[in-house]
């Protein structure tokens, strides 16, 4: 059953219910109302007959009226109504009581004072008749309405219904492969957190399908050259064994090309790992300074391999994000800086804080890059020309990723000491509570 029609049904039952409820209780204070009432007619009825004079006229005098009545003086009848009879209707003394003559039901009073007793009777039917035609007065109204308010409510139900209405239409339409947004144009207040947490669910359900598809493109796009590589030197070592020439040179090509390939599919699953649902789940308060001493640490030996020299110049910086993510973020730029810039450089990092931002630049003294590939080296898998370096093309693409989750902004522009200069700023934490180891 639908809402519409469960709603249409519930809310006439109730009114029907309440109306009829209503009628009940009406009849029953209008039959109260109405007896008092008939009773104080009775009573002024039969005192005006007590001190009329026409009882003197004997039994053929005629009163009109819905009464049936006797007059009595010394127990000898004085006047009757034609549909009273002609012995005492009751024996009672005084008072009001029900009883029955002539075949009907009736409500008596009896009035006794000097020797004259008066009796008044009127009959019951009449009275039900009455209390009835008052309750039909009062309920036929109600009874002519209530179509006319199942038209309200079913028009009301039907107004406030459509919004869902809307948006059930709207969900039924949607194959498996339709993940675009919802749109309900008339939107209730209820239904607007549904709409949004729908579009949400869709937005993510969308996110997840092409993180898949980028992860294989990925996957399939990197790992061709590889893995051609790999096949290459495992021919060049077999033909190499073949003639009992295989040098020191044969392994060094393949210990390299193994370890382009485990860096590729590292960067590869980390781009995929740093989703917006793990990274919310994960941010904490840190200290940017301790994570930047921590990354130049890890990569100090090949630092000094190169010959190069690196400085850190910061304070105590606090952030609220993702060590994980950070961690990547800047080992990628000292790495690039390390790879890219040559032998003999000099890597800077530095830190520089205001009120609610801290930028994190990255500097270096190589050759840097171009003005024409700057916009383009966010590019995944693009490699810039330029430099006789190979990579996987991904790195800088991680790194704006992850600035993008971070909600900051990302900078490269050309180095006062001659490299490229990285430029990142991150919104600072509040500090309420301990830095996490």
Request: proline residues 3%; hydrophobic residues 40%; glycine residues 4%.
């Given at each position: 059953?639908?809402?519409?029609?469960?709603?249409?049904?519930?809310?006439?039952?109730?009114?029907?219910?309440?109306?009829?409820?209503?009628?009940?209780?009406?009849?029953?204070?209008?039959?109260?109302?109405?007896?008092?009432?008939?009773?104080?007619?009775?009573?002024?009825?039969?005192?005006?007959?007590?001190?009329?004079?026409?009882?003197?006229?004997?039994?053929?005098?005629?009163?009109?009226?819905?009464?049936?009545?006797?007059?009595?003086?010394?127990?000898?009848?004085?006047?009757?109504?034609?549909?009273?009879?002609?012995?005492?209707?009751?024996?009672?003394?005084?008072?009001?009581?029900?009883?029955?003559?002539?075949?009907?039901?009736?409500?008596?009073?009896?009035?006794?004072?000097?020797?004259?007793?008066?009796?008044?009777?009127?009959?019951?039917?009449?009275?039900?008749?009455?209390?009835?035609?008052?309750?039909?007065?009062?309920?036929?109204?109600?009874?002519?309405?209530?179509?006319?308010?199942?038209?309200?409510?079913?028009?009301?139900?039907?107004?406030?219904?459509?919004?869902?209405?809307?948006?059930?239409?709207?969900?039924?339409?949607?194959?498996?492969?339709?993940?675009?947004?919802?749109?309900?144009?008339?939107?209730?207040?209820?239904?607007?957190?549904?709409?949004?947490?729908?579009?949400?669910?869709?937005?993510?359900?969308?996110?997840?399908?092409?993180?898949?598809?980028?992860?294989?493109?990925?996957?399939?796009?990197?790992?061709?050259?590889?893995?051609?590589?790999?096949?290459?030197?495992?021919?060049?070592?077999?033909?190499?064994?073949?003639?009992?020439?295989?040098?020191?040179?044969?392994?060094?090509?393949?210990?390299?090309?193994?370890?382009?390939?485990?860096?590729?599919?590292?960067?590869?699953?980390?781009?995929?790992?740093?989703?917006?649902?793990?990274?919310?789940?994960?941010?904490?308060?840190?200290?940017?300074?301790?994570?930047?001493?921590?990354?130049?640490?890890?990569?100090?030996?090949?630092?000094?391999?190169?010959?190069?020299?690196?400085?850190?110049?910061?304070?105590?910086?606090?952030?609220?994000?993702?060590?994980?993510?950070?961690?990547?973020?800047?080992?990628?730029?000292?790495?690039?800086?390390?790879?890219?810039?040559?032998?003999?450089?000099?890597?800077?990092?530095?830190?520089?804080?205001?009120?609610?931002?801290?930028?994190?630049?990255?500097?270096?003294?190589?050759?840097?890059?171009?003005?024409?590939?700057l916009d383009k080296v966010f590019q995944r898998f693009y490699r810039v020309k330029q430099h006789v370096e190979t990579g996987s093309g991904l790195g800088l693409s991680i790194v704006k990723?992850?600035?993008?989750?971070?909600?900051?902004?990302?900078?490269?522009?050309?180095?006062?000491?001659?490299?490229?200069?990285?430029?990142?700023?991150?919104?600072?934490?509040?500090?309420?509570?301990?830095?996490?180891?």
């Amino acid at each position: 059953m639908s809402i519409q029609r469960y709603l249409l049904i519930v809310i006439l039952s109730v009114v029907t219910l309440a109306s009829f409820a209503a009628a009940l209780q009406g009849y029953k204070a209008s039959r109260d109302s109405l007896t008092s009432i008939f009773d104080e007619e009775m009573k002024s009825f039969a005192l005006a007959l007590m001190n009329s004079p026409i009882k003197q006229g004997g039994q053929n005098a005629n009163l009109p009226s819905t009464f049936a009545y006797q007059v009595f003086s010394n127990e000898i009848l004085l006047l009757k109504s034609n549909n009273a009879p002609s012995k005492a209707i009751t024996t009672l003394e005084k008072g009001f009581l029900d009883s029955s003559f002539s075949n009907q039901r009736w409500r008596i009073f009896v009035l006794a004072e000097n020797n004259i007793k008066v009796i008044v009777a009127q009959s019951v039917e009449q009275r039900i008749e009455t209390v009835e035609h008052v309750l039909l007065e009062a309920i036929l109204p109600i009874v002519y309405v209530i179509p006319i308010i199942g038209l309200l409510v079913f028009l009301a139900i039907n107004r406030s219904l459509k919004p869902l209405n809307l948006l059930s239409k709207q969900l039924k339409q949607k194959n498996a492969n339709d993940l675009t947004p919802i749109k309900v144009n008339e939107n209730s207040a209820e239904l607007k957190p549904i709409e949004n947490i729908l579009n949400l669910l869709l937005e993510r359900l969308g996110n997840s399908f092409e993180r898949e598809k980028r992860l294989s493109a990925d996957a399939a796009h990197e790992l061709r050259t590889p893995i051609s590589v790999l096949k290459i030197t495992a021919h060049n070592i077999s033909v190499a064994f073949e003639d009992n020439s295989i040098t020191q040179q044969h392994i060094h090509e393949l210990n390299n090309n193994t370890v382009r390939m485990a860096h590729v599919i590292e960067q590869i699953i980390t781009l995929n790992r740093t989703t917006p649902e793990n990274f919310e789940q994960s941010k904490s308060l840190l200290d940017l300074r301790t994570v930047l001493q921590q990354v130049i640490s890890d990569n100090y030996e090949k630092i000094e391999c190169s010959q190069q020299s690196i400085s850190l110049k910061s304070e105590s910086v606090p952030v609220f994000g993702d060590a994980f993510s950070l961690e990547i973020l800047f080992d990628n730029l000292i790495k690039n800086a390390n790879k890219y810039s040559g032998k003999n450089t000099q890597i800077r990092v530095s830190t520089i804080q205001s009120e609610n931002i801290v930028e994190v630049v990255v500097e270096d003294s190589g050759e840097g890059i171009s003005q024409e590939n700057l916009d383009k080296v966010f590019q995944r898998f693009y490699r810039v020309k330029q430099h006789v370096e190979t990579g996987s093309g991904l790195g800088l693409s991680i790194v704006k990723h992850i600035v993008d989750l971070h909600k900051g902004k990302i900078v490269l522009t050309q180095s006062e000491l001659g490299g490229l200069k990285v430029s990142i700023v991150l919104p600072k934490a509040a500090v309420t509570g301990s830095y996490d180891d």
